[in-house]
Nanobody
Framework: QVQLVESGGGLVQAGGSLRLSCAASGRSFSSYGVGWVRQAPGKDHELVATTSRGDESTYYAAFVKGRFTISRDNTKNTVYLQMNSLKPEDTAVYSC?????????????????WGQGTQVTVSS
């Protein structure tokens, strides 16, 4: 099992940047694919970005491509989400999630372990 804790959320103006961190304890993070998922009030979960276990392939949702970057440091058991050029529509609770399945996983249901989430608010 693995336990996940997110940090780095906050309030930022449109056009600004934030870096979210997802720290894992328990089993080595290198054994997991890790994704960032967001949920805005009244909306479903949206997969934002993910990196697979093994070859660490990445996937980005179209609405963040070119603005967000997912990276991982397995020596620190941490995955990051660098968010640039933030927009008010990026406002949501951002959670990291881990899966032991191979390859990039695009559905929230394919992730087995979840953090508690961190709030990101982008003001206009």
């Amino acid at each position: 099992q693995v336990q996940l804790v997110e940090s780095g959320g906050g309030l930022v103006q449109a056009g600004g940047s934030l870096r979210l961190s997802c720290a894992a304890s328990g089993r080595s993070f290198s054994s997991y694919g890790v994704g960032w998922v967001r949920q805005a009030p009244g909306k479903d979960h949206e997969l934002v970005a993910t990196t697979s276990r093994g070859d660490e392939s990445t996937y980005y949702a179209a609405f963040v491509k070119g603005r967000f970057t997912i990276s991982r440091d397995n020596t620190k058991n941490t995955v990051y989400l660098q968010m640039n050029s933030l927009k008010p529509e990026d406002t949501a609770v951002y959670s990291c999630a881990a899966t032991s399945r191979l390859f990039v996983r695009l559905r929230a249901a394919e992730y087995d372990y979840w953090g508690q989430g961190t709030q990101v608010t982008v003001s206009s």
